[in-house]
């Protein structure tokens, strides 16, 4: 069951009525029945997954509470890691893996080994695995008392709005809110609106922009023998935006719909079209994957607190796990690591930049450098996309080649750009949904607030008029329906 | 409780949005590609239909409820939608059963002959035109299969697709969707064609078990709701195995004592000419509606007691179809009418007329012609425009530059008049767009402001 699915239209407000119209006590032992119905919608027979990964990490939890020698803690941590990264590696990675041993064994003349199993991968895998082991680190670091109540654990694991794509929550954020929900206000009234406006404006970004945009990037993609480079860089602008609204209008919808049941998700986006570098931009895109990386890898291996040459060998290892955890294929590797490239080799070029804009008087305070620094980092985020986009490495290659070497700027004159899926109506739809974006956005970046944090600030009149032309906006404009191949959220399957 | 007030609001005022969303995306009665006459039903008062046609284009291009009305006070109406298959019938005519209590009912035995739409737009017209109900429902359920039915109970995952192709009478009401009786003429010829002239084979086919079901199905319930059943074969050019089917019909119809008419084979008794009675080999246009829908008169009269209405008021829309097809029938006359001024003079014995003359360019050898629509040589030597409007002549603008006056037809409908030195193409624009066709000597344009269409736009040269 998608976010913009019927049925989760039906689901949801049976969910959250229920959620309120029952006694506080219970209400958590509703969220269980209603996540696990809401994950096993998509495939019954992997909740077992979860379930064991939950009863895994639960019981993991407990040990260390009562574990009180150091090799003992480390070695409950062990297996809560070694099981869960287990099944993770089984499910995500075992055919990547097999794959790759195959070709080594042919360029030694070795038979193939067949794989023995065909798995589909399950939704959401890797986010409620990463999310249950931060909960086993959480409890060895002390960082959190382990939980006893089983069903606030499970729910914990399962919570529905934030299952299958995240964000990926921290045990103190939102383990702590489910212990005190027979705390909580009856009724949050202002939490109700902001999460529903944010629900309304994800929906809108997914349905009327990343579904939209797709047909695009889609059609440009399987014609890459046929491109020039205005074709390519459109599509690959393209496809920048589509992961983007794609995966954080999942994000706004699932933080949405935390807040209509009154909890409280971590942030996930943060305007990452506005960094001013690589290391900006990934404190503002996935914010939750990137921090969980920043915690449990990246200071665990030293972070920056060390020599040059092994905060650069930590940065790779981190991005590249990174494109790892992002697909069990050598292009989203390389997408990582292009991530850890452009991290470093900025360290590196930091004085150099600095000596040359004192040698030119260059005004570093002037919006015309902010703007740079954004265009620049940009520029180098839609150059990585491509690697993400592409299915292969020679795709990926070919592309780049295309939008670099086949300058032919008389597309922009000759109409030919409307041939690819979207006409001149469709065109003007989504450039009027990307100035609505980039005003959503603008309001973030300048004044902190997202959509729903700015509409509950506003007069009744306004809101309604915004929500109801997003609604009736997501109706009309939306891509799904009879002649639309409904796409999944890119994110499920990571 | 303040909250609660407001959240009701919310929903009420996004019900609203919403539902006016719905109205505007949706298939309508609007003449063109989802032809259906399912709005006419609506608008249609209670228990006023005395006689029905049910049936697919064939029937609303055969079948012209304004001549049984003009000629007896017959109350009919065109039941109809483009490719209504045996299920659509059925479920069309309980909706119409619901507010009408029809004597008698004939159907177009076409449905016969195909079992599933060959265009993906019949199943929109036929599936999602219907107010919601239980039958709208069970019209999904008898043609899609279990499992693929959501998209077509919710509507909105196909209709609103239609966002690209609005047009104006997706914002407004279309007139002919209120009072129109089902009816929509073609006023072309066909081309030559083949004629097959299968409907002569004798050969009974078999009815298949679905076929068999519908006519059950009719039968069954014009006992139930006490009409009288009749079956009709609009005039199509019919094939040697489908006349099979049809004649299988005839054999349940006689069976049953339903009365059976396959007007492929009366083409004597009709008066239909092939070629100069049918717009296409499959649909008669309106001069081939006029002998069927006059076949059926007769029948009507002789065989069924049904009463005159004519005059009452309460089938005031009867009227009001009736002035539409005279309108319709007049511009078709005017349009065909070879003499540019015979064509002036028909048009302004049309009521709701507007004609314009405009005289641009070189155009002295035009002047003595005038004289015979009463507009002066001494009037016309300087050139000008002329508008015929309410009954009168008036010359509303002079050759000379600057001059113009609008004319407004409706809300929605504009005619400009006016002089453009070195551009004669902008005299006359009506909703912009030129309707001059000649740059030295007479421009005529006729509109209808009943139909609002154009009847005809012609240039005498000089």
Request: hydrophobic share 45%.
């Amino acid at each position: 069951m998608s976010f913009n699915s019927f049925q989760f239209l039906v689901f949801f407000p049976i969910v959250v009525i229920l959620y309120y119209a029952i006694p506080k006590k219970i209400r958590p032992i509703w969220l269980v029945i209603a996540s696990y119905y809401f994950y096993m919608s998509w495939n019954a027979k992997y909740a077992v997954l979860i379930l064991t990964s939950t009863i895994i990490t639960y019981l993991s939890g407990i040990l260390l509470g009562k574990a009180e020698k150091v090799s003992s803690r480390k070695w409950i941590v062990a297996g809560s890691f070694i099981t869960n990264l287990g099944i993770l590696v089984m499910f995500k990675y075992f055919a990547f893996f097999l794959s790759n041993l195959n070709k080594v064994l042919g360029i030694l003349h070795v038979s193939a080994i067949d794989n023995p199993f065909s798995f589909v991968l399950p939704v959401g895998i890797s986010f409620y695995t990463f999310q249950a082991l931060s909960y086993t680190v959480d409890v060895y670091r002390h960082e959190i008392e382990p939980e006893k109540n089983f069903i606030n654990y499970a729910l914990f694991v399962s919570f529905f709005p934030q299952l299958v794509a995240g964000p990926i929550e921290r045990s103190g954020n939102l383990l702590t809110q489910i212990q005190s929900v027979s705390k909580k206000k009856l009724f949050d009234y202002d939490k109700f609106v902001k999460g529903f406006s944010l629900m309304c404006w994800g929906m809108f970004v997914k349905m009327v922009i990343a579904d939209r945009v797709a047909i695009f990037v889609d059609t440009v993609f399987n014609s890459i023998y046929n491109i020039g480079s205005v074709e390519a860089l459109f599509g690959a602008l393209g496809f920048t935006l589509q992961i983007y609204c794609d995966f954080s209008g999942y994000s706004l919808i699932a933080i949405g719909a935390a807040n209509v049941m009154g909890f409280d998700l971590m942030e996930n986006f943060n305007t990452p079209y506005f960094a001013e570098s690589i290391q900006d931009f990934w404190r503002r895109w996935h914010i939750s994957l990137s921090t969980w990386f920043r915690d449990y890898l990246y200071i665990p291996l030293g972070g920056s607190r060390c020599s040059k040459l092994r905060k650069y060998f930590n940065i790779m290892v981190t991005f590249l796990v990174s494109g790892l955890w992002h697909g069990a294929a050598w292009t989203f590797v390389i997408w990582g690591g292009l991530h850890g490239i452009y991290q470093i080799v900025g360290d590196l070029l930091r004085p150099v930049k600095k000596k040359v804009n004192e040698l030119l008087k260059v005004n570093t305070e002037a919006f015309s450098f902010k703007f740079g620094r954004i265009i620049t980092t940009f520029f180098l985020t839609v150059v990585a996309w491509i690697f993400f986009k592409a299915g292969s490495i020679g795709v990926a290659f070919r592309y780049l080649r295309a939008l670099f070497t086949k300058w032919n700027p008389w597309v922009f004159f000759d109409s030919s750009l409307y041939e690819y899926g979207l006409d001149r109506p469709e065109a003007m739809i989504l450039l009027w949904s990307i100035l609505a974006l980039f005003v959503v956005d603008v309001i973030r970046y300048k004044k902190g607030l997202n959509i729903g944090e700015f509409l509950v600030k506003q007069n009744l009149w306004f809101r309604w008029i915004v929500l109801i032309v997003l609604i009736v906006c997501c109706l009309v404009f939306g891509e799904y329906g009879i002649d639309f191949d409904s796409s999944q959220f890119i994110y499920f399957q990571f | 409780m303040k909250n609660a007030i407001r959240g009701a609001g919310f929903v009420l005022a996004l019900v609203l949005a919403i539902s006016y969303a719905y109205h505007v995306v949706s298939w309508k009665d609007t003449t063109g590609d989802y032809l259906s006459s399912v709005e006419q039903l609506y608008s249609t008062p209670k228990d006023l239909v005395d006689v029905v046609f049910m049936g697919s284009s064939h029937t609303y291009c055969a079948i012209n409820p304004s001549i049984l009305w003009e000629d007896q006070g017959i109350a009919a109406f065109d039941m109809s939608t483009s490719g209504q298959d045996r299920n659509a019938t059925y479920h069309y005519l309980k909706e119409l059963l619901k507010t009408q209590s029809p004597q008698v009912v004939f159907i177009d035995m076409y449905g016969l002959l195909f079992d599933r739409h060959a265009i993906e737009g019949n199943v929109y017209r036929n599936l999602l035109s219907m107010r919601y109900s239980k039958n709208a429902i069970d019209i999904v359920n008898g043609y899609i299969e279990e499992g693929e039915r959501l998209d077509y109970y919710l509507r909105w995952p196909i209709v609103h697709t239609r966002y690209k192709e609005l047009k104006m009478y997706d914002f407004i009401k279309y007139p002919v969707s209120v009072y129109g009786r089902g009816e929509a003429l073609a006023w072309t010829k066909t081309d030559m064609f083949e004629y097959e002239g299968a409907a002569f084979i004798d050969e009974v086919g078999e009815l298949d078990e679905e076929n068999a079901k519908w006519l059950s199905d009719l039968k069954a319930l014009s006992e139930e709701e006490n009409f009288t059943l009749v079956f009709f074969v609009a005039p199509f050019d019919v094939k040697e195995e489908e006349q099979l089917v049809l004649n299988a019909a005839k054999a349940y119809a006689d069976e049953n004592g339903i009365a059976f008419y396959d007007l492929n084979r009366l083409d004597k008794e009709i008066g239909l000419d092939r070629y100069a009675d049918m717009t296409d080999p499959h649909h008669t246009n309106a001069f081939g509606a006029e002998k069927v829908t006059k076949y059926f008169e007769d029948i009507l009269v002789s065989e069924f007691d049904l009463k005159d209405h004519s005059g009452d008021a309460k089938y005031s829309y009867w009227d009001k179809d009736l002035k539409y097809n005279k309108h319709l029938s007049a511009a078709d006359v005017i349009k065909n009418t070879t003499d540019v001024y015979d064509c002036i003079e028909l048009a302004t014995e049309l009521d709701d007329t507007i004609v314009v003359l405009s005289l641009d360019g070189e155009f002295e050898n035009i002047i003595p012609n005038l004289a015979r629509l009463g507009i002066s040589e001494e009037e016309a030597v300087t050139g000008g425009k002329w508008v015929y409007q309410n009954g009168a002549w008036a010359k509303m603008v002079e050759n000379l530059p600057g001059q113009i006056k609008a004319i407004e037809i409706d809300r929605y409908h504009t005619l400009i008049i006016q002089y453009v030195e070195g551009n004669t193409q902008a005299n006359i624009l009506l909703d912009k767009e030129s309707a001059v066709t000649t740059s030295n000597g007479l421009n005529i344009v006729v509109y209808d402001g009943f139909t609002n269409e154009l009847v005809t736009k012609r240039g005498v040269d000089n």
